[in-house]
C-alpha cells in the first residue's frame, strides 16, 4: 500500500519480523553510514511502526525520521531562522521623477538543522521624486564649438560707451552617454561619442541671472544636451567636474 509522506514519493509498508513481541528497528540498525547528509532516498531502513523511515537529513523536513534518528545522529532540535527588524528606506534612486527605494533586514539567528529557512531580507519599491535638483535635472544644454567664443574687441565699439560686465567663466568636464546618429554630420559634433570626456565652458554672454548657464549638469547624475547649429544632434551625459574661473582648452565646447 502506498501512503503521501511529504515531499516523499511515498513510503511502503513493509512487515518486520518481531521476536518476543519486540520490534527494534531504525537508525541503530543501519550499516555504516548509519545517518546520511541532505536528500538521499537510499538512506532507509525499517520502523517499529513497520513503515519505511529515513536516516537523512532531509527526513526533518518531510517528517519521516526512523524513532531513533535523534539520538542514533547526535541531531539537536532545530533551530528556526530568526531576523531582525526592517531597516530605513534608502533614498529614491532618482533626483527627479520615477525611481526606486529598498530596505534590508539582517539575520540574527541562521537556520540549523532543518530550520525554517529565513524570509526574504531585502525589500524594492518604486518612489517619486522630486528634489531642489529636480529644475536642473530636466534642463537641456545647448552647446556650440568653442570656435564661437566671443572673446574679441568690438572694433566698432565707442569709447564712451558702457562696457557689459564680464563675468568669470566656469568648466564642467562631461562625460557623453549617448549621443545620436545626427551628431556625425558635422566634423564638430562627431566627437560627441559614448564615453568621451568633454570640457564645456560657460562664458559670461550665455549666463543666466543666477550666474549659471542652463543645461550645466549636477554632479553623477544623466542630463541632456542639444547641438545648437547640428539639426538632431542631441544626447546625454554626466557632469564629472566643475572649476570656477576657468577656461577650456581649444577644440572643446561652450554653453549658449
Same mark, same amino acid.
Given at each position: 500500500?502506498?501512503?503521501?509522506?511529504?515531499?516523499?514519493?511515498?513510503a511502503?509498508?513493509?512487515?518486520?519480523?518481531?521476536?518476543?513481541?519486540?520490534?527494534?528497528?531504525?537508525c541503530?540498525?543501519? /550499516?555504516?553510514?548509519?545517518?546520511?547528509?541532505?536528500?538521499?532516498?537510499?538512506?532507509?531502513?525499517?520502523?517499529?511502526? +513497520?513503515?519505511?523511515?529515513?536516516?537523512?537529513?532531509?527526513c526533518?523536513?518531510?517528517?519521516?525520521?526512523?524513532?531513533?534518528?535523534?539520538?542514533?545522529?547526535?541531531?539537536?532540535?532545530?533551530?528556526?531562522?530568526?531576523?531582525r527588524?526592517?531597516? /530605513?528606506?534608502?533614498?529614491?534612486?532618482?533626483?527627479?521623477?520615477?525611481?526606486?527605494?529598498e530596505r534590508?533586514?539582517?539575520?540574527?539567528? /541562521?537556520?540549523?538543522?532543518?530550520?525554517?529557512?529565513?524570509p526574504?531580507?531585502?525589500? +524594492?519599491?518604486?518612489?517619486?521624486?522630486?528634489?531642489?535638483? $529636480?529644475?536642473?535635472?530636466?534642463?537641456?544644454?545647448?552647446?556650440?564649438? &568653442?570656435?564661437?567664443k566671443?572673446n574679441?574687441?568690438d572694433p566698432?565699439r565707442?569709447?564712451?560707451?558702457?562696457?557689459?560686465?564680464?563675468?568669470?567663466?566656469y568648466?564642467?568636464?562631461?562625460?557623453?552617454?549617448?549621443?545620436?546618429?545626427?551628431?556625425?554630420?558635422?566634423?564638430?559634433?562627431a566627437?560627441?561619442?559614448?564615453?568621451?570626456a568633454? $570640457?564645456?565652458?560657460?562664458?559670461?554672454?550665455?549666463?543666466?541671472? &543666477?550666474?549659471?548657464? +542652463?543645461g550645466?549638469?549636477?554632479?553623477?547624475?544623466?542630463?541632456?544636451?542639444a547641438?545648437?547649429?547640428?539639426?538632431?544632434?542631441s544626447?546625454?551625459?554626466?557632469?564629472?567636474?566643475?572649476?570656477e574661473?576657468?577656461? $577650456?582648452?581649444?577644440?572643446?565646447m561652450?554653453?549658449?
Amino acid at each position: 500500500m502506498m501512503i503521501a509522506m511529504g515531499a516523499r514519493v511515498c513510503a511502503v509498508f513493509v512487515l518486520v519480523m518481531c521476536v518476543s513481541g519486540v520490534c527494534e528497528a531504525g537508525c541503530a540498525d543501519r /550499516p555504516t553510514p548509519r545517518c546520511c547528509p541532505g536528500r538521499n532516498n537510499e538512506c532507509v531502513e525499517k520502523s517499529a511502526r +513497520r513503515t519505511v523511515c529515513y536516516c537523512d537529513t532531509y527526513c526533518r523536513r518531510s517528517g519521516d525520521c526512523c524513532d531513533d534518528y535523534q539520538s542514533v545522529c547526535h541531531i539537536s532540535a532545530a533551530l528556526d531562522c530568526e531576523v531582525r527588524q526592517w531597516g /530605513p528606506w534608502s533614498p529614491c534612486s532618482s533626483v527627479c521623477g520615477t525611481g526606486t527605494t529598498e530596505r534590508s533586514r539582517q539575520v540574527s539567528t /541562521p537556520p540549523r538543522n532543518g530550520g525554517t529557512p529565513c524570509p526574504d531580507l531585502k525589500q +524594492r519599491r518604486g518612489c517619486l521624486a522630486h528634489t531642489e535638483a $529636480c529644475s536642473a535635472a530636466k534642463e537641456v544644454a545647448k552647446i556650440l564649438p &568653442d570656435s564661437f567664443k566671443r572673446n574679441f574687441k568690438d572694433p566698432w565699439r565707442r569709447p564712451h560707451m558702457l562696457m557689459k560686465e564680464e563675468k568669470k567663466s566656469y568648466c564642467v568636464q562631461m562625460r557623453v552617454k549617448q549621443a545620436s546618429a545626427a551628431c556625425r554630420v558635422k566634423p564638430w559634433s562627431a566627437g560627441l561619442v559614448r564615453e568621451r570626456a568633454v $570640457c564645456v565652458e560657460c562664458q559670461s554672454d550665455a549666463m543666466a541671472t &543666477d550666474n549659471r548657464c +542652463r543645461g550645466d549638469g549636477l554632479l553623477n547624475i544623466r542630463t541632456f544636451w542639444a547641438a545648437a547649429s547640428a539639426p538632431g544632434c542631441s544626447g546625454s551625459w554626466v557632469r564629472e567636474s566643475f572649476t570656477e574661473d576657468c577656461r $577650456c582648452p581649444s577644440y572643446s565646447m561652450i554653453f549658449v
